[in-house]
């Protein structure tokens, strides 16, 4: 089976193609630059992404965005983790953050997948903290301050393990039970 993916994120594309390839399932990446809404709301933007990306390529897509969700901040900056991080990079925004009396957060991911008909919604989730500080060098931006609940050491630092204990993993799990059931 070959699914559409619209994205320009290198990255992403690469951990979510070899992830869906181990399912039977080949990406066709488009990389088309999409304009997202600035919102906290991760469903609004994922949704908003979809149907953006849809009537550009015209065929079944999925699109994908992940986010950090502060718990004592109300759940800021969530859909504007992108926009909040590419203005204090990872120092600031542990000492912001990770120095807070509760710096435990919510790492999501969600995606969206329009069959031409109708969108569906998947998505994953893992609890965790913001670190006091960067660590490690591996992984997606905000890896290096993201702590996740029971381990001593952030995303960034744990290797392989990461994959496995990932948002998109999950996201993409039930993406996959989706396009199975198709």
């Not at 504007?80 to 991911?109: C, K, M, Y």
């Not at 744990?158 to 996201?171: E, F, P, W, Y």
Request: proline share 3%; with cysteine; glycine share 10%.
């Amino acid at each position: 089976m070959k699914i559409r993916f619209a994205s320009v994120n290198e990255q992403k594309i690469r951990e979510t193609g070899e992830f869906l390839r181990q399912n039977g399932v080949e990406i066709i990446n488009f990389p088309v630059r999409i304009v997202e809404t600035q919102t906290e709301d991760l469903n609004l933007l994922v949704s908003d992404k979809l149907l953006q990306a849809f009537k550009l390529i015209g065929k079944p897509v999925f699109v994908e965005h992940s986010g950090l969700f502060i718990n004592s901040l109300n759940g800021f900056p969530g859909g504007l983790t992108q926009t909040f991080w590419n203005r204090l990079h990872a120092v600031r925004f542990s000492e912001l953050i990770g120095n807070l009396e509760d710096p435990s957060a919510v790492a999501r991911t969600l995606i969206g997948y329009c069959d031409g008909r109708k969108r569906h919604f998947f998505k994953g989730e893992v609890a965790g903290r913001i670190s006091r500080e960067p660590a490690g060098e591996e992984g997606f931006e905000w890896d290096n301050v993201f702590v996740p609940d029971g381990y001593s050491c952030t995303f960034a630092e744990l290797g392989g393990v990461h994959n496995d204990l990932s948002m998109r993993k999950q996201a993409l799990e039930a993406f996959i039970t989706h396009l199975r059931g198709i």
